[in-house]
């Protein structure tokens, strides 16, 4: 009688482990065939879409101090600074980068702005942003009122 258990326990055990199988023989080759489904259907390009950051304007009532040369309404101020030795550390710096017409403007808030250049068009001074972005990243147009 205790033989006649255990055969059935056997039997019914291989029973269990031959419906895992099948299970698992099934989903695999679900599995294959969704991705034989991708494999066949034509690539589709992605093309990533990167916005340009917006780039800051402000308007303002600015006192040039010293000489200029300043032509047009658009400046690109690259630092602003309460100390007035620190703008002008920044100034010398950038013109013995070559940047000759940078100046120092001082707005109504006694704030020192250091200017690379000033513009008579708009986009100029919005390349001239994008071009100093990577040295001076919060570089803004100054408007002059």
Same mark, same amino acid.
């Given at each position: 009688? @205790?033989? @006649?258990?255990?055969?059935?326990?056997?039997?019914?055990?291989?029973?269990?482990?031959?419906? $895992?199988?099948?299970?698992?023989?099934?989903?695999?080759?679900? *599995? *294959?065939?969704? $991705?034989? *489904?991708?494999?066949?259907?034509?690539? *589709?390009?992605?093309?990533?879409?990167?916005?340009?950051?917006?780039?800051?304007?402000?308007?303002?009532?600015?006192?040039?101090? +010293?000489?200029?040369?300043?032509?047009?309404?658009? +400046?690109?101020?690259?630092?602003?600074?309460?100390?007035?030795?620190?703008?002008?550390?920044?100034?010398?710096?950038?013109?013995?980068?070559?940047?000759?017409?940078?100046?120092?403007?001082?707005?109504?808030?006694?704030?020192?702005?250091?200017?690379? $250049?000033?513009?008579?068009?708009?986009?100029?001074?919005?390349?001239?942003?994008?071009? @100093?972005?990577?040295?001076?990243?919060?570089?803004?147009?100054?408007?002059?009122?």
């Amino acid at each position: 009688m @205790l033989g @006649l258990a255990l055969m059935a326990i056997s039997f019914s055990a291989c029973k269990s482990n031959q419906e $895992a199988y099948n299970a698992a023989y099934e989903r695999a080759k679900a *599995q *294959q065939e969704a $991705a034989q *489904q991708v494999a066949s259907q034509p690539k *589709q390009e992605v093309i990533e879409v990167v916005e340009k950051p917006s780039i800051k304007e402000a308007s303002e009532n600015i006192e040039i101090i +010293g000489k200029s040369n300043e032509k047009g309404n658009y +400046g690109v101020v690259i630092g602003s600074f309460i100390n007035r030795t620190n703008a002008e550390g920044l100034q010398k710096r950038m013109i013995e980068q070559g940047y000759s017409q940078c100046v120092l403007g001082q707005n109504d808030k006694l704030m020192y702005r250091v200017i690379v $250049a000033f513009y008579e068009v708009k986009s100029d001074a919005q390349a001239k942003v994008r071009e @100093l972005a990577k040295e001076f990243p919060d570089a803004w147009i100054l408007i002059k009122e």
